[in-house]
């Protein structure tokens, strides 16, 4: 009687650590699983605020001409702008386009493209119609050979008030 008893509370011992292992599996199953779904439902998911451009913004004007960089040297010092020059901030120097004009440039030689925030006026030099910072010469390819042929593409004038 007693060893019916005693093997009884084994089989319900047994059980329950046999229920008891199978929902911590569940449990791990889940915790380790939910990652990877993240992992695989995140490329198809998109941000509502995210737009894509179906087409790049088409240019107000384009043309090419010499560009040349300026860095560290004027690193802290005021531009045309009123802003203290960056020279890790994608911005550019040039003679005409108005303060806050948003360009796109194209290194011709590589390929290599910027958009570009113009806060500044320059180059002051002749045959050259545009100074980039060290970050946009960087990403340009201007850095080794100081001067570049560019096509300059006008997206954006600053609005009038």
Known sequence: MVENALSGGIITFVQWFVSLMRRLALMVWIGLSWPLLI???APVLQAPLVARLAQPARPLRVWTGLASWYGPQFQGHMTASGAPYDMYAPTAAHPWLPLGSLIRVVNLRTGHSQLLRINDRGPNVDDRELDVSYVAASR????????ARVRIELLEEPKRQ
């Open 39 to 41: 992992l695989l439902a």
């Open 140 to 147: 340009l390819g201007l850095l080794d050979r100081g001067l």
